[in-house]
């Protein structure tokens, strides 16, 4: 098990180093410069000459990148043009809101998606099966932004009943240690504090978890479907096992692999999510902050963030075929 | 968003299943359209997809006003505009700039149309040529390919579309590059797996003892016969390129004029005005589901058909 | 703060919730007993008056640094209008500086040298007493910036308006500071400079406390050479004389100071702000409907009327502001004086402001505000007449009107712009009925349209504004015209002499006749059409009744007013 773990990393390092390649050379092809759009219409093309001299702009393409990687293997990713605080720490204290948020998507997705994918497999070809599926389908073909602001809308403004931006009440006085807010309020007993920033994720939560509703509801139907026709549940059936027992040992956890599966290759999907219903809801995560970067032309963070969300995914694919052996010991990690 | 088939994960397509039955008589093709003909989904899809096309298509003869116009410049004002019925000769009132809403949403047919065809085109092709070189080729030249694409997969699909419209500036083409692009690696992994799988089939083996070059193997049998997941997955492309394209307006990319028809621009600028007149908002964001849905049916529809798993029901 | 645990209050949904959370609050209680919060119990305040004391406005981004002197963003001057103070404030609702923490001077006949009486008794956050001798360190620390702390990015008024530092002394209007005795202080100037006094509200000349910039190393920006890092001080430290005092800094979610004890002048009412970070224009309007915030800047036009209508307040700012449609000479046809008097006369501008800008905004003649020095009530103007252009364009050799580029910026609200995109296309409309058509040519904000029109001659007309940062007619005009630039691609020597010449006068009266001459000039020479003068707006929740709009923003929240 830990060779495969290292081996698995090792096999991450010339990805990532391609990554930072490509990276480094995308951000400096992006129209116009950092110069330009730290100094507004205060820019002049000698403020411009002087702010890229300063900060090392004008310097060959292959110095800079040299300088960065240099520093990269130090494990300094920089600092951030726009706010001035090093990247590492800019990542740090905005990742957990987004794990927050990205926990609720799933939750509610997961939680929504099986029961209804279960379920139209159950009822192939029916009503409910046809109907489970259209449903799932219209949560992905709403741009997930103008559902963000439909949900804002209704919840937030016209009912008044859920907040409609923000991580936590601004009059809320709490105590931050983790940056996880809802953990944090339960840690200090500030349970007020958590209640109010579990409230502040419901609606971005469930526009976001619209996004990967529809394919756990497909995955889910299709595996079920797949396994309620499998030899060994016709002879569970044969053996006169109840429907139950079938249903619940045999069918349900066999399908659930894909799923699974599935579940893992979603981050990539609700970190691009979480970019739109971020700024929609002023939520202060990684999405937010990583289209500021865009259009602030903030190199550093442009870089860092995409490396680290890179790390992410390769780390969570490597979680999620480690739990095949859990979910089903016939599988073992290659 | 980005995606609705996770990448080469292809559920229920399960590429390493070598039983896609390619040589019976009723032909996969023909047997996946009768099979089509007989789900409702399907025919939802063809119905929403038919009227897409034919607004798109019809679209000088239908819009009263051509889609650049903005023939009600002069009864806009900074706080009043005009809902729907509220003034003669625009049944659906004015936007923003002063153009006919109704008018809009029938040229914005067309602009999706667009969008949606040209990117998927363009991913297509990027991805089968990756796709075929390393599929076909394989060794080094997969090696470095498949690197190269799992790089790219390793950023999310949209951040990779926004990256690539960034770079590209505010052109009329920067969104429909940038998406396509964004989808090229997703056609060349699906393809080259698919490819792979079928590879150990015995028309290959057949092909390979009768001494034909491999460069015919791979272009007239492996080729053709690895086609179906890719071709569903196009169809899903044209759905995610229309709500990806909106998404990349939102975000302020794209160029064109700012009262250019086009579903993504006009839910863009009507948020501003959400609270004013939310069916600026609600019209062009129905346009863009309800399409969306059309092609999702359709794709999920035909890869349902295409599936030998199910296929034995 | 004041208000702890369940005291959420607000209105609508804020309320509703307050309800939820108490109850959320009891239930935990009840099942884990004794687990002990770590905050003290409310501290009162609230019970005594009858007004919640807690304040709570939006603001569009993060300050850029808690350090004045190194900021030059309009969030970061908000924040440090509430914590610091300089020599000289502005006179409430105008542009025209007032005595703050000096209270009275004296500039000597050359105009190279100021004596400062400074305000007896006041004292910074953290004890330190201000006096001629902190003043005298502030300005030595701005001379004596070195290397990235002269970039434009970080100190960029220090530099455009003292223009050289301590290794640059040849160019440098600052000479020195010469304190006599505790509260009188004498500033040399190497050069006359008439804005002096005006420039010395900017709050990038606020004074800061010596002892917490030392402890907290404020100078110290290095960071790497990529990018330089912000200092301790401008993270966490800022210390001046103002009302507030800086108390914590969720970075992007809010900025929180509370009231100041040991202020000198009135405290007013409110004993907590909180700065709530929200970047979206729409998002903050639905936080303040939604009771989670009290007030909001840069109302969208769309908005106005509909949240007067709900019964919230809107405070308009009377206009400090001009936009103008610039014409790049550098495309041959608009370098034709003809042209440009034609494109002049295709201009409705009142159609224009009717149609795209926001209530109390005014139609512009010139390229300042009225109530700037200079002002030309009598300058050549060109009335909107389409039939003149059409002639004065078939007389410059384009019967049929010519194509052009048109610049513009999308997705992107500045004060004297709030919707760039309906002005183009309204402006667009407008020239193509007098066959001027226009080629679009859109692009984002920052860094690329301003890269586009500031930095390179590849662009033709375009939109661009300026919003005044106090009452200086340099700080308008001398920026647009006061050299050769990219932007407009002209050389009129003529126009750049007569600019320099006004900047050097001190006499404000002599300047002022200057200026108002090289007004009428532009207006001949018609660089660029000035359009309007937006006016930006606030929002505020019913219960906020009066607040101190300025048109350079020097708002302070003691002299807000609350109701409940």
């Given amino acids: 098990m830990l060779r495969v773990i290292g081996k698995r990393i090792a096999l991450l390092i010339p990805t990532l180093f391609g990554l930072s390649i490509l990276l480094f050379l995308w951000v400096r092809s992006l129209p116009g410069g950092p110069a330009t759009a730290l100094l507004g219409e205060k820019a002049t093309p000698e403020a411009i000459a002087r702010v890229n001299e300063l900060y090392g702009f004008d310097r060959p ?9 240099g520093r990269l293997l130090q494990g300094d990713f920089g600092v951030s043009i726009n706010t001035g605080r090093p990247v590492l720490e800019e990542f740090a204290t905005r990742f957990p809101a987004t794990l927050e948020l990205t926990v609720v998507a799933l939750v509610f997705a997961i939680g929504v998606g099986v029961p209804l994918g279960y379920f139209a497999a159950r009822y192939y070809g029916r009503f409910l099966d046809h109907s489970s599926v259209v449903l799932s389908l219209i949560g992905i073909t709403v741009p997930v932004f103008f559902l963000a602001f439909i949900l804002k809308y209704i919840f937030a403004i016209q009912w008044g009943i859920l907040p409609p931006d923000g991580r936590q009440d601004a009059r809320i006085d709490a105590t931050h240690y983790t940056q996880f807010y809802v953990l944090d309020g339960i840690l200090t007993g500030e349970y007020d504090a958590a209640w109010d920033a579990f409230l502040h994720l419901i609606l971005p939560g469930l526009a976001l978890g619209t996004i990967p509703l ?9 595996s079920v479907l797949e396994v309620q026709n499998a030899d060994y549940v016709r002879t569970a059936r044969a053996k006169g096992l109840m429907e139950r027992t079938i249903r619940g040992s045999f069918i349900l956890r066999n399908a659930m692999l894909p799923v699974v599966t599935t579940i893992g290759l979603q981050l990539g999907l609700l970190i691009s999510g979480a970019v739109l219903t971020e700024t929609v809801f002023a939520f202060n995560g990684i999405g937010r902050f990583l289209r500021d970067a865009i259009f602030g032309l903030d190199y550093p963070v442009l870089q860092g963030f995409i490396i680290f969300i890179a790390i992410l995914y390769a780390l969570i694919n490597l979680i999620v075929d480690l739990s095949y052996s859990v979910i089903d010991p016939r599988v073992r990690v290659q | 968003m980005s995606t609705i088939l996770p990448p080469a994960a292809g559920g229920s397509a399960a590429p390493n299943d070598p039983a896609i039955d390619t040589g019976r008589g009723t032909g996969l093709w023909k047997d996946a359209f009768l099979r089509l003909r007989r789900n409702p989904q399907a025919i939802v899809g063809a119905v929403i997809i038919g009227l897409f096309l034919l607004v798109a298509i019809l679209a000088p003869l239908l819009a009263p006003y051509g889609g650049d116009e903005l023939p009600g410049r002069t009864s806009i004002t900074p706080t009043t505009i005009p809902g729907p019925g509220e003034i003669d000769g625009f049944p659906l009132g004015l936007d923003r700039f002063g153009g006919d809403v109704l008018s809009k949403l029938i040229w914005g047919a067309q602009a999706s149309l667009l969008i949606g065809v040209v990117s998927t085109a363009l991913g297509l092709a990027g991805g089968m040529l990756l796709g075929v070189l390393a599929g076909g080729l394989g060794g080094w030249v997969d090696n470095v390919i498949m690197r190269f694409v799992d790089i790219l997969l390793s ?25 396509g692009v964004s989808q090229i690696p997703i056609f060349a992994r699906l393809l080259r797996s698919s490819m792979l799988s079928q590879r150990g089939a015995d028309y290959i083996l057949a092909a390979q003892t009768l001494g034909l070059s491999r460069r015919t193997i791979t272009m007239s049998h492996l080729l053709p016969n690895s086609m179906g997941p890719v071709i569903v997955q196009a169809t899903l ?23 250019a028809a086009e579903w993504g621009r006009m839910l863009t600028y009507a948020q501003a005005e959400l609270a004013v007149a939310p069916q600026l908002a609600f019209l062009p964001g129905a346009c863009i589901a309800i399409t969306a849905l059309g092609f999702t049916l359709l794709g999920e529809s035909l890869r349902e058909a295409l599936d030998p798993k199910t296929r034995r029901k | 703060m004041s208000n702890r645990g369940t005291s959420v209050r607000g209105t609508g949904f804020a309320r509703k919730r307050a309800v939820l959370t108490a109850g959320f609050s009891v239930a935990a209680l009840l099942l884990t007993g004794c687990v002990q919060s770590e905050r003290e119990e409310n501290t009162g305040a609230e019970g005594e008056s009858a007004v919640d004391s807690t304040f709570v406005f939006a603001a569009s981004s993060d300050p850029k640094s808690l350090d004045p002197a190194f900021a030059s963003d309009g969030e970061s001057f908000r924040v440090s209008r509430q914590i610091f103070e300089g020599l000289v404030g502005v006179e409430p609702g105008t542009a025209d500086p007032a005595p703050l923490l000096a209270e009275s001077w004296e500039t000597a006949e050359d105009g190279l040298s100021t004596v400062f009486q400074l305000k007896e008794g006041v004292t910074f956050h953290d004890g330190t007493p201000f006096d001629a001798e902190a003043v005298c360190f502030n300005f030595d620390r701005w001379y004596n910036w070195t290397g990235i702390q002269q970039a434009e990015t970080t100190s960029y008024y220090y530099g455009s308006l003292f223009r050289g530092f301590a290794d640059s002394p040849e160019n440098a209007v600052y000479e020195s500071c010469e304190a006599n005795g505790d509260n009188e202080v004498t500033i040399n100037l190497a050069k006359p400079f008439a804005g002096f006094i ?25 960071g790497t050479a990529e990018a330089p890092s912000l200092s301790e001080y401008a993270l966490g ?13 969720d970075v992007g979610q809010q900025l929180e100071i509370s009231i100041y004890d040991d202020y000198w002048g009135d405290k007013g009412q409110i004993t907590n702000t909180i700065f709530r970070i929200i970047d979206d224009p729409q998002a903050r309007r639905q936080a303040l409907e939604a009771g989670d915030i009290d007030g909001y800047d840069l109302v969208a036009p769309a908005d106005t009327q509909s949240l007067k209508d709900a019964g919230y ?5 009377d206009p400090f502001t001009i936009l103008y449609l610039g014409m790049n000479q550098a495309i041959p046809e608009l370098a034709d004086p003809q042209v440009r008097e034609a494109i002049a006369h295709a201009i409705d501008k009142e159609a224009l402001v009717a149609q795209t800008l926001p209530e109390g905004t005014e139609v512009a003649t010139q390229f300042i505000p009225e109530v700037v020095d200079g002002y030309n009530e009598d300058v050549t103007t060109y009335e909107y007449d389409p039939e003149r252009a059409k002639e004065l364009l078939a007389e410059a050799g384009y019967p049929d009107g010519f194509e052009v580029t048109f610049n513009y910026p999308t997705n992107v609200s500045r004060p004297y712009m709030p919707t760039p995109e309906q002005v183009f296309t309204n402006l667009q409309a407008q020239l193509s009925e007098v066959g001027i058509t226009v080629k679009p040519a859109p692009a984002a904000w920052s860094p690329d349209y301003l890269n586009q029109v500031q930095g390179t001659p590849d662009h033709g007309l375009h939109l661009l504004g300026w919003t005044g940062d106090y009452n200086d007619t340099d700080n308008f005009i001398g920026v647009f015209f006061g050299q050769e630039k990219l932007e407009f691609g002209f050389d009129n020597p003529e126009l750049f002499a007569a600019l320099d010449e006004a900047r050097g006068v001190s006499d404000r009266e002599q300047q002022t006749e200057l200026y108002k001459d ?30 101190p709009a300025s048109p350079v923003n020097d708002e302070v929240f003691t002299d807000i007013e609350l109701s409940e």
């Fill in chain 1, 61 to 69: 393409l292959l110095t800079q990148y040299l300088t960065y990687v």
């Fill in chain 1, 214 to 222: 529809a394919i756990i509801v497909r995955i889910t139907r299709a």
């Fill in chain 2, 155 to 179: 950023v999310p699909n949209l951040l990779l579309a926004v990256s690539i419209a960034a770079v590209l500036g505010q052109s009329s083409y920067a969104i429909m590059i940038a998406i």
């Fill in chain 2, 237 to 259: 492309t044209l759905a995610t390129a229309v709500i990806d394209a909106a998404a990349l307006s939102f975000l302020g990319l794209g160029g064109g004029l700012p009262q």
């Fill in chain 3, 198 to 222: 005006a420039a010395l509200s900017l709050p990038a000349f606020a004074m800061q406390s010596p002892t917490a910039l030392e402890e907290f190393a404020a100078d110290e920006i290095g």
């Fill in chain 3, 237 to 249: 430290h800022p210390v001046g004389t103002g009302p507030f005092k800086f108390d914590s800094w």
């Fill in chain 3, 313 to 317: 307040n809107i405070t308009p700012r």
């Fill in chain 3, 518 to 547: 090289i007004n009428e000039q532009i207006a001949e020479y018609n660089p660029a059409i000035p359009l309007a003068h937006p006016a930006p707006s606030l929002a505020f929740a019913p219960r906020v009744t009066s607040y």
